[in-house]
């Protein structure tokens, strides 16, 4: 949990310019292997959008379900 803790804290102190993610932004700020978070998007439990091929994810979303410990589902989101 502490170490949850501290992944929140420094996703919070970041600065406010970074309001969409790639997920080369998104592995470098969470323990996740890139192949845990396809996983996590093809399964609908992280939130993300597409734009076209290319997956991007909503610095806001990503902080809510950092603080809900990835619990909740996120509905299937449009292309």
């Not at 970074?18 to 998007?41: G, M």
């Not at 806001?60 to 603080?67: G, K, L, T």
């Amino acid at each position: 949990m502490e170490k949850i803790a501290q992944i929140y804290t420094d996703m919070e102190t970041d600065t406010p310019d970074h309001r969409w993610l790639s997920l080369e932004e998104l592995i470098r700020r969470l323990p996740l292997k890139k192949s845990r978070v396809y996983y996590l998007v093809h399964t609908n439990r992280i939130p993300h959008h597409h734009i076209g091929r290319t997956l991007i994810f909503d610095y806001d979303e990503i902080i809510e379900w950092v603080r809900s410990d990835g619990k909740f589902r996120v509905s299937r989101q449009a292309s």
